[in-house]
């Protein structure tokens, strides 16, 4: 199975910041990295596909990088409504698997 | 508008079963894989298994293979997942997803979830 780690598990951050979360996978999975971002009690929201294209309808404050085996997504100027948590998943090979997740909490 | 909407959650003793399923709405259903994720409490997301949109491909996380079925009703536009010999490491939340295509394995729509409670 191709392990996810995610970088760092939380962080804290003002309005305004710009943030980035690292996800590493185990083994290359070319460019099927996906970024996702799950408020409380809600289910997740694609934000990022195949590494770096932004899904329909998501802010262009969010952007993704990265092939091979090391990725970034990056949120500029960070709202108040960006507050959450963020899950990478690999979609190169089954079984999928997530990031342990990375929490970007209010400063 | 895509719509997706699990049911048939619920509190079960270990040992015990349950079926999900969730209808589906607004999409041509046979074109789209189809998936179930889980979300322990306070925990990260976890894969469950996958259905192609022919139903002729399944797969399954290995800690839930042998124990979870994945199947699909093209008629009905539902996908189901029963669950049997249900462990204390099953509860969770269940959500079903809308893969990006019959194979993209990334998923571009969520249904609300579904609590499962395994516990005696």
């Known amino acids: 199975d191709i392990q996810m780690t995610q970088s760092p598990s939380s962080l804290s951050a003002s309005v305004g910041d710009r943030v980035t979360i690292t996800c590493r996978a185990s083994?290359?999975?070319?460019?099927?990295l996906n970024w996702y971002q799950q408020k409380p009690g809600k289910a997740p929201k694609l934000l990022i596909y195949?590494?770096?294209a932004l899904q329909r309808g998501v802010s262009s404050r969010f952007s993704g990088s990265g092939s091979g085996t090391d990725f970034t997504l990056t949120i500029t100027s960070l709202q108040p409504e960006d507050f959450a948590t963020y899950y990478c998943q690999q979609s190169f090979s089954t079984p999928l698997t997530f990031g342990g997740g990375t929490k970007v909490e209010i400063k | 508008e895509v719509r997706l909407l699990e049911s048939g959650g619920g509190s079960v003793q270990p040992g015990g079963s349950l079926r999900l399923t969730c209808a589906t709405s607004?999409?041509?259903?046979?074109?789209?894989?189809m998936g179930w994720v889980r979300q322990a409490p306070g925990k990260g997301l976890e894969w469950v298994s996958g259905?192609?949109?022919?139903?002729?491909?399944?797969s399954y996380a290995e800690s839930v293979k042998g124990r979870f079925t994945i199947s699909r009703d093209n008629s009905q536009n539902t996908v189901s997942l029963q669950m049997n010999t249900l462990r204390a490491e099953d509860t969770a939340v269940y959500y079903c997803?809308?893969?990006?295509?019959?194979?993209?394995?990334?998923?571009?729509?969520w249904g609300q979830g579904i609590q499962v409670t395994v516990s005696s």
């Open positions: 195949i590494a770096s």
């Open positions: 607004g999409f041509t259903f046979t074109n789209f894989a």
């Open positions: 997803a809308k893969d990006a295509g019959d194979s993209g394995n990334y998923f571009t729509y």
């Open positions: 259905v192609s949109g022919s139903a002729s491909t399944t």
């Open positions: 083994q290359s999975i070319s460019s099927y």
